[in-house]
């Protein structure tokens, strides 16, 4: 998991892991910035955990949306993620669980692919 700051600038070295994630909170704690801005201030993290991942040939994991709602602002999250290539998104809250699944469940067409 990427929570600090050390991790985003070393040289990726994955190891065992089947998957590769981010640690926002703890991430932004390190780095000190604010815990909930919008998904695409993540960006520059954002590519390189995905990017690691893909080399390593693991999933691509988002950190969780630090609030408990399905709301809008948790949807645009994960679905900026998906939309960047991400394989899933890790959730806080029972009421998170369902929107996921849909967003990041293949359909049958891209499972063909």
Do not use: C
């Not at 994955?14 to 932004?28: C, K």
């Not at 806080?92 to 990041?104: D, K, M, N, V, Y």
């Amino acid at each position: 998991m990427v929570a600090n700051a050390d991790v985003v600038i070393e040289n990726w070295s994955v190891g065992v892991s089947d998957r590769l994630g981010i640690g926002y909170a703890d991430l932004a704690a390190a780095l000190g910035r604010e815990r909930n801005l919008p998904a695409h201030r993540w960006s520059a993290v954002q590519d390189r955990v995905l990017i690691a991942a893909r080399t390593a040939g693991i999933a691509a994991i988002d950190g969780p949306h630090l609030t408990i709602a399905d709301d809008a602002d948790f949807q645009a999250a994960a679905r900026w993620t998906r939309e960047l290539g991400f394989d899933g998104k890790w959730v806080i809250h029972p009421a998170q669980i369902a929107f996921t699944l849909r967003e990041f469940t293949p359909t049958g067409e891209a499972v063909e692919q």
